[in-house]
Structure formats: structure tokens, C-alpha cells
């Protein structure tokens, strides 16, 4: 069983920066997609970041430059460092997990999800 656990969530004042983290646990193979969503309140779901089994990674234009996606395959853990943090990054942030493709962005359908983090930046 394929189970993705968030932390590193909180509330900071803008401008500043929080690192999250995904545990993910159970998947069967060595090669797979990742990403963070985000869900504003009153707003639909939205793409944030995604990184291949290469290492390739994509961004929402909206977080280019501040945002940095990584993951340390060792510890089966994905990363997302978030910083120069604006009131409206301020939402719950998902762990998704999938199988591998050559884009893990564009389209992707993530097919395991994990609870979320709550991140609140103040202004």
C-alpha cells in the first residue's frame, strides 16, 4: 500500500520560507513521478511543481525562481523548498506520487495522494 506523508507545513510572515517534505512508503518501483499541488482556500486545485525519475523538474509560472522541487531517492522523500513567500502561496500543499513518464507536468494524471500541509503566509 502506496502511502505519501506530508510535513514541514506552518505560518510564517511574508518573505519568508519553509522547507516540506514527503515521505512516501509502499510504492513498488524505482522509477516514478512526483509532485506538489497546492489548494488555495475557495480555489481549485493547482499544480505546483512535479520531477521526474531523471531529476527533470517543472514549476507553475507562478512559483519560478522561488520555488525548488528535489528528492533524495535513498530516503524515498520529496522535497519542496518555498521561499520569498507571498500571502497567496498561503493554502494546503499535497505529496502525489505516479508511475514514470517522460512528462511528469503537462497533463499528468498523479494516481496516489497524500493528506496534505497546511501553510499560511501572513502579510
Known amino acids: 500500500q502506496v502511502q505519501l506523508v506530508e510535513s514541514g507545513g506552518g505560518s510564517v510572515q511574508a518573505g519568508g520560507s519553509l522547507r516540506l517534505s514527503c515521505a512516501m512508503t509502499?510504492?513498488?518501483?524505482?522509477?516514478?513521478?512526483m509532485g506538489w499541488y497546492r489548494r488555495a482556500p475557495g480555489l481549485e486545485r493547482e499544480g505546483v511543481a512535479a520531477?521526474?525519475?531523471?531529476?527533470?523538474?517543472s514549476y507553475a509560472d507562478s512559483v519560478k525562481g522561488r520555488f525548488t522541487i528535489s528528492k533524495d531517492n535513498a530516503k524515498n522523500t520529496l522535497y519542496l523548498q518555498i521561499g520569498s513567500l507571498k500571502p497567496e502561496d498561503t493554502g494546503r500543499y499535497y505529496c502525489?506520487?505516479?508511475?514514470?513518464?517522460?512528462?511528469?507536468?503537462?497533463?499528468?494524471?498523479?494516481?496516489?495522494w497524500g493528506q496534505g500541509t497546511e501553510v499560511v503566509i501572513s502579510s
Open positions: 509502499g510504492y513498488p518501483y524505482s522509477s516514478y513521478c
Open positions: 520531477i521526474d525519475s531523471n531529476g527533470v523538474t
Open positions: 502525489a506520487a505516479g508511475g514514470d513518464s517522460r512528462d511528469c507536468w503537462a497533463g499528468y494524471q498523479y494516481f496516489y
